[in-house]
């Protein structure tokens, strides 16, 4: 077993001082193995070190420019630390790494809506959705922007669409039926908000066994 197998199981044990070693000993031996990073930078969050977590995941990203999980972590990690700027950087580099990949225009998305650039959070979103057809988070982000500008008419499109895609989540239909009663629509507020209810318990049931 060598440090890298070492360093992922200590990390799974919860041993994160063994894990921090061992992960850096695997980076130091294989600079250019983007599993190792991904460990260590697990293993600096877990012990609240995010700055040295971020610095760690910048540092490798000029070497790794094609590692998803490195590109992903690092807008995380700027968002945690609140830096919004680095994070909207980031997220830029992430969508010009994979400009194809739903996930990157939803992390660029994600943060110029958290920044308030709610019209540039928006074109993020309808790229993400553009890009995958089975994914109910971009419909449901473009929502809850539409929403926020109190456009509810787009909104109740956007989170109809959402639940269109994903029929058996609760959370399209919340924000569905909290729409509808907006629109004074108060039965078929009732009657999705309800379906959303039932949904919900299915899943906090099906968590419980």
Not at 176 to 186: D, T, V, Y
Request: glycine content about 4%.
């Amino acid at each position: 077993m060598n440090e890298l197998q070492m360093g992922m199981e200590a990390l799974r044990s919860g041993d994160l001082k063994r894990a921090r070693s061992l992960l850096a000993e695997a980076i130091a031996k294989a600079p250019l193995n983007a599993d190792a990073y991904e460990g260590l930078a697990t293993v600096l969050e877990q012990q609240g070190r995010i700055e040295l977590a971020r610095d760690l995941c910048e540092t490798a990203l000029g070497q790794l420019p094609e590692a998803l999980f490195l590109h992903r972590k690092a807008v995380s990690l700027n968002l945690e630390l609140n830096d919004l700027e680095s994070a909207e950087r980031a997220a830029e580099r992430f969508v010009l790494a994979f400009e194809d990949n739903s996930d990157s225009w939803l992390a660029l998305g994600d943060v110029r809506a958290k920044s308030g650039k709610t019209d540039r959070a928006l074109r993020a979103y309808q790229h993400a959705q553009e890009r995958t057809d089975d994914d109910w988070r971009p419909w449901h982000r473009m929502g809850l922007i539409h929403e926020k500008k109190e456009d509810i008419r787009s909104a109740c499109v956007a989170f109809r669409n959402a639940a269109r895609v994903a029929p058996e989540n609760h959370r399209p239909l919340r924000a569905l039926a909290r729409m509808l009663k907006k629109q004074n629509k108060p039965e078929e507020a009732l009657e999705v908000f309800n379906r959303a209810q039932a949904l919900a318990q299915a899943e906090a049931d099906q968590n419980t066994h």
